[in-house]
C-alpha cells in the first residue's frame, strides 16, 4: 500500500506550501480518534541534502530486540525501496525508559519525499510494517519551518491589526495597546503621563513586553543575519512591509520590535525594564485588553541589552535606511555611556508588578556589560571599546593570563555572555588580542565538541542534557554554539549536530510530535498562547515553537523528557515565547548541504 494510500485509510493528510508536510489537527486521525504515533520517529519536515539522517525506532513495551534490524527508505509516493541500511541497538534511553534502535541513512542524498520502515516490526495499529511519518529530503528542507517560523513573529506584533492566512486559516486581532506606556513608576517622572511606546512583539503568551528578552530575541535573529544573509533575505513574508521599500522582509520584522525598544530608552540613557499592566490579562484577544499599562523602573542588564542590540542594528540596517541606523547608532553610544557612568548593577524594582519578572543575577548583568561593549566595538572600532570588552574577557594581570570567562553551553535572556564572546571571537577586526581570540576559541570548540558527543549519544539527537522552563528553545539555541564552533574549526560534525536538533524539534522525539505550531507531524494544537485560546479558530498560530518537556522535580531525569503535555492550561510546558523562536529561526537557517552533495 502506497503511502498516499496508507494517509487516506487514516484521514486524508495534505501538503501546502511547497516543501513542508503539514496535517492539520481534523485530518490524520485513526479509529480511535487520535493520532497516529510512528514507531519510527524521524524528522517529519525533513533533512537537508548532505547531512546527516537518523530516525529512532521505539520498540513496543516488553520488547527487548528485533530478531531483523533491516530498515528501508522508501519513496512516499510510490512504495519503491530506494536505500536499506541495518539500524544499530538495542540501547536503552535513559530519559525516557524506551528501548530504541537508530537507522542511519545519511549516505542517501537523494532529493525527494520518503519514509523509512521497520522491516522487523509491525506496527500494531495498522498491521503494516512499522514506520515514520513522511519527510522530504532538500537542500532547503528547512526553508518552509523558516519562513513560519518568521510568520510567528509576526502574529506576535503590538500595536496593530495584524493578520495571517494560511492553510485555510486565517488568524487575525485587532490595533492593541494603542495606549503604552504611562510613566507612573519609571523615575525621574512618577506621574500618570503616557510616553508612547507602541510596536514590539507580545514576549510570550501574555502581552507584556520585556527589554530584556525582547532584546535578547533580536540580538539572535541579528545575529543570524550576519551568518546567514543570503538565506534570510530571500525570505517572502506576509508582512505589510513586503514590497514597499528595499529593506529584506526579516529586517522589517525585526525593525518592529526595534522600534519599540528604543521607546523605552530615557534621556540620560537608561532603560525601563518592561512595559507591561500591573497583572496578567485574561485568556482575551490583545485589543480586548483595557488595562493600563506601564513602564518599571530602569535596570543596568535592560541597558545593556539595548545597547547590544542597538550597535548590532547600527551596522546592519546602514545599507537600507541610513537615518535609522543612525539612530540606533548613536542611541548605543548613550546608553553605553550609561553604563559606564554607574557601574554597579541597578536591579528594577518590580514589587508593584504581577507580570514577568525577567529578572537575571549578577553574573547576567556583567554578561550583558560584555555582550554591549562586544556589539559596539563591533560596529564602531572604538579601541577605548575594545579595551573593555578585553577586560571583561582576559585577566591579563595573573600571572598567567587567561580567561575570565568560559563559553556556556546552556544559555538564554538570564546571561547573554555567549553573545558578547561569539561577536568577538569571529570578528573580521584585526585588533584583537590574538591570546584571547585563541583562548576563546579552544573554549568554543570544546563546549561544542561536548554538544556533538552528547547528541551522537542521545536516542533521539537532543545535545542539551536536561529539561527545564524552555527546555526546547535551548536545544535550538545550540546552533549558535555549533556554528561558532565550525567558523573557529570548520568540521562538519557541528553542522550535522545543527540538523540533530532541529531533528528533534520536528518530530524526532519520544512523542513522535513537531514541536512547532502548524509545522511538521502533529504539531501542538494547544499552546499557552492566549491569541490561539481567545480566537474561535480550532489551529493555533502557527509558527510557534512550545516550551517543551520541563522536569518539576528532583527525581532524576528517569522519564523526564515524559513530562510535556500539550494543554494550554500548563505554561511550563507549552507556552511560546520569542526568545524560543528566535533561536528557533537561527538553527532553521543553519545547515547547508554537505560540499558536493546534490543540490
Known amino acids: 500500500m502506497s503511502l498516499a494510500s496508507r494517509l487516506a485509510c487514516l484521514g486524508g493528510a495534505v501538503c501546502v506550501s511547497g516543501c513542508s508536510l503539514f496535517f492539520p489537527s481534523s485530518d490524520m486521525t485513526t479509529a480511535g480518534g487520535g493520532w497516529e504515533v510512528h514507531p519510527l520517529r524521524a524528522d517529519s519536515v525533513g533533512y537537508v541534502t548532505g547531512r546527516v539522517k537518523l530516525a529512532t525506532l521505539v520498540l513496543p513495551t516488553g520488547m527487548a530486540m528485533l530478531a531483523d534490524p533491516t530498515a528501508e527508505v522508501h519513496d512516499a509516493a510510490t512504495d519503491v525501496l530506494v536505500w536499506p541500511c541495518t539500524m544499530t541497538g538495542p540501547k536503552t534511553d535513559p530519559d525516557t525508559g524506551a528501548v530504541v534502535y537508530e537507522a542511519d541513512f ?8 520518503y519514509y523509512v520502515q521497520a522491516r522487523g516490526l509491525v506496527d500494531p495499529m495498522t498491521q503494516l510494517p512499522a514506520q515514520s511519518a513522511p519527510f522530504q529530503i532538500a537542500p532547503d528542507a528547512f526553508r518552509d519551518t523558516l519562513t513560519r517560523a518568521m510568520i510567528g513573529m509576526y502574529g506576535q506584533r503590538c500595536g496593530t491589526a495584524v493578520s495571517i492566512a494560511l492553510d485555510g486559516d486565517t488568524w487575525s486581532h485587532g490595533a492593541c495597546h494603542a495606549h503604552d506606556a504611562s ?18 512583539w507580545h514576549d510570550a503568551g501574555d502581552y507584556g513586553k520585556y527589554v530584556t528578552n525582547g532584546a535578547f530575541a533580536v540580538g539572535m535573529l541579528l545575529d543570524a543575519w550576519q551568518h546567514f544573509q543570503p538565506t534570510l533575505a530571500a525570505l517572502a513574508l506576509p508582512i505589510p512591509e513586503h514590497g514597499t521599500n528595499t529593506t529584506p522582509d526579516f529586517l522589517s520584522e525585526v525593525r518592529w520590535e526595534l522600534e519599540w525598544l528604543l521607546t523605552t530608552q530615557r534621556a540620560d540613557g537608561a532603560v525601563s525594564h518592561k512595559v507591561t499592566a500591573l497583572q496578567f490579562e485574561g485568556f482575551i484577544l490583545p485589543e480586548a485588553d483595557g488595562q493600563p499599562r506601564y513602564y518599571t523602573d530602569i535596570g543596568t542588564s535592560a541597558t545593556a541589552d539595548f545597547v547590544a542590540v542597538m550597535a548590532q542594528a547600527a551596522r546592519i540596517y546602514a545599507p537600507y535606511d541610513a537615518t535609522f541606523a543612525d539612530t540606533c547608532k548613536q542611541q548605543a553610544m548613550l546608553g553605553y555611556q550609561f ?40 560596529t564602531t572600532g572604538d579601541p577605548a571599546v575594545l579595551a573593555d570588552v578585553e577586560n571583561r574577557l582576559w585577566n591579563a594581570t595573573a600571572a598567567t593570563p587567561a580567561l575570565r570567562l568560559q563559553v556556556e553551553n546552556n544559555f538564554d535572556w538570564g546571561d547573554p555572555t555567549n553573545l558578547g564572546m561569539f561577536t568577538y571571537l569571529v570578528s573580521q577586526r584585526t585588533d584583537r588580542n590574538p591570546d584571547i581570540v585563541s583562548a576563546l576559541g579552544a573554549s568554543a570548540v570544546a563546549i561544542a565538541d561536548g554538544l556533538v558527543t552528547v547528541a551522537q549519544a542521545a536516542a533521539f539527537g537532543r545535545a542539551i542534557n536536561g529539561y527545564f522552563w524552555g527546555s526546547n528553545g535551548t536545544v535550538a539555541r545550540a546552533a549558535m554554539n555549533l556554528w561558532v564552533a565550525n567558523v573557529v574549526s570548520p568540521d562538519p560534525k557541528y553542522l550535522d549536530a545543527i540538523e540533530l536538533q532541529l531533528d528533534h524539534l520536528l518530530g524526532r522525539n519520544i512523542y513522535d510530535r513537531s514541536q512547532v505550531t502548524m509545522v511538521g507531524y502533529h504539531p501542538p494544537v494547544r499552546p499557552h ?9 480550532s489551529d493555533p498560530w502557527p509558527g510557534l515553537l512550545v516550551g517543551g518537556a520541563n522536569q518539576q522535580d528532583a527525581s532524576g531525569s528517569t522519564t523526564a523528557a515524559m513530562t510535556w503535555v500539550d494543554s494550554s492550561d500548563h505554561a511550563e510546558l507549552n507556552e511560546i515565547a520569542i526568545n524560543w523562536n528566535g533561536a528557533l529561526i537561527t538553527a532553521a537557517a543553519a545547515p547547508p548541504p554537505r560540499a558536493g552533495a546534490t543540490p
Do not use: C
Open 106 to 113: 545519511t549516505a542517501f542524498t537523494e532529493p525527494g519525499r
Open 529 to 537: 498562547h492566549r491569541p490561539s485560546i481567545a480566537d474561535q479558530i
Open 339 to 378: 553604563l559606564q557612568q554607574n557601574p554597579t548593577r541597578i536591579f528594577p524594582d518590580e514589587s508593584m508588578f504581577g507580570t514577568g519578572g525577567y529578572q537575571d543575577n549578577a553574573k547576567g548583568e556583567a554578561g550583558a556589560r560584555l555582550w554591549a561593549a562586544a556589539e559596539l566595538w563591533e
Open 183 to 200: 510613566q507612573k513608576y519609571l523615575p525621574p517622572v512618577m506621574a500618570d503621563v503616557v510616553k508612547p511606546s507602541e510596536k514590539g
